[in-house]
Nanobody, 124 residues
């Protein structure tokens, strides 16, 4: 089993920044791809960003491009999501996920393990 614990969420004004962290433990591997998803109130969970096991291949949802940066520190088994220029519509619960493959994916069903999420609230 792999455990994922997100942190770093909170309340921020529009235009502000937050940095989310996701620490992995258990039977994880630095070769596993990791990703961030989010779910806004009343909406379905959606892809935000993914990073390959070696950290080279990165993918962003259109809503995240130019504002969010995903990165990972394999020595710490941690993935980060730096979020800048936050908008009201970024308000959501943000989830970290990992899959037993080095390749990232935008599909929820491709991920094997999930964290419980961290709330991000952006005030207009």
């Amino acid at each position: 089993q792999v455990q994922l614990v997100e942190s770093g969420g909170g309340l921020v004004q529009a235009g502000g920044s937050l940095r989310l962290s996701c620490a992995a433990s258990g039977r994880t591997s630095s070769s596993y791809a990791m990703a961030w998803f989010r779910r806004a109130l009343g909406k379905e969970r959606e892809f935000v960003a993914s990073i390959s096991g070696n950290g080279i291949i990165i993918d962003y949802a259109d809503s995240a491009k130019g504002r969010f940066t995903i990165s990972r520190d394999n020595a710490k088994q941690t993935v980060y999501l730096q979020m800048n220029s936050l908008k009201f519509e970024d308000t959501a619960v943000y989830y970290c996920a990992t899959r037993r493959s080095p390749a990232g994916s935008r599909e929820i069903r491709q991920y094997d393990y999930w964290g419980l999420g961290t709330q991000v609230t952006v005030s207009a």
